[in-house]
């Protein structure tokens, strides 16, 4: 029996116990690749509160500057983990709202919405080395304001979300990877492989997410424009990973002038 692609795809997107949700998600994925999917795209999508955590104002959260005891290194761990949480509902969100696309559209956000998972996993499984878990601290609701403000326009979404904050992932890499490894602690031999990990695959999902923009964008429409339209987003890290987002598909020229832009302000 085939299933109903966006009534499952819903469920498993506002599931609540993290795990079930998961374990749901692996034998949808398996039985989408099967092609055991009907697609009624007349079926409208709701939006719902979807947050695991206790959600700070980003300012009023202590972000260690060094993982110098096992509680600093598990906050460092817990923040990415709650990025790449989020980053899971952002590709499955993505795959359940927008309707009649190309059927490589929900491929790419279910790969992407797959490999999340396994960087949450990751991650979880090293907050677990620790004595800790998914949802033992307080984060910031950032990715889920940028999931809502950009619910009614696909190129929005994949401009600010896909192609804009998960390219500031790239940024940080290696800086939160450095922070890391300031660790007196086992587990910091882990850390290289599986900051390694994300960021190959981060670099593929703003690599689609670039694809996408470039898809669903109008022939006027500019990036910079994008940018000022969502100023409460700072879409360039201070210093930015010029490799890995010209890799994803950024211009060189490109990056100069989102480096322009974003130092006026």
């Not at 993290?18 to 374990?23: A, L, S, V, Y």
């Not at 700070?56 to 460092?76: D, F, G, Q, T, V």
Request: glycine share 4%; hydrophobic share 40%.
């Amino acid at each position: 029996m085939a299933r109903n692609f966006f009534n499952d795809l819903e469920k498993i997107l506002y599931q609540k116990d993290i795990f079930q949700k998961i374990h749901d998600f692996k034998n949808f994925y398996d039985d989408f690749k099967a092609n055991k999917c009907d697609f009624d795209h007349t079926r409208k999508a709701i939006i719902c509160e979807n947050s695991q955590v206790k959600i700070l104002h980003p300012m009023k959260i202590r972000r260690p500057k060094e993982a110098n005891s096992i509680l600093s290194l598990a906050k460092i761990l817990h923040s990415v983990a709650h990025i790449e949480y989020s980053a899971i509902n952002l590709a499955l969100d993505a795959s359940y709202r927008f309707k009649n696309l190309p059927l490589k559209f929900y491929q790419d956000w279910l790969e992407v919405a797959d490999e999340e998972i396994k960087h949450f996993l990751l991650l979880e499984n090293a907050l677990n080395e620790l004595g800790f878990k998914y949802g033992d601290f307080h984060a910031h609701d950032n990715l889920e304001k940028a999931l809502f403000l950009t619910k009614d326009n696909l190129a929005h979404r994949m401009g600010i979300v896909h192609r804009g904050l998960e390219a500031k992932g790239l940024d940080a890499n290696p800086f939160v990877l450095e922070k890391l490894n300031t660790a007196n602690h086992p587990i910091k031999s882990l850390f290289n492989e599986i900051f390694t990990i994300i960021l190959n695959d981060e670099i593929k999902h703003v690599s689609k997410g670039d694809f996408w923009w470039n898809y669903a964008k109008k022939e006027h429409d500019n990036y910079l424009d994008l940018c000022a339209e969502y100023k409460e987003f700072n879409l360039l890290g201070k210093i930015y990973n010029k490799k890995a987002r010209i890799q994803a598909g950024f211009k060189e020229s490109e990056l100069q002038e989102l480096e322009s832009f974003y130092n006026k302000k």
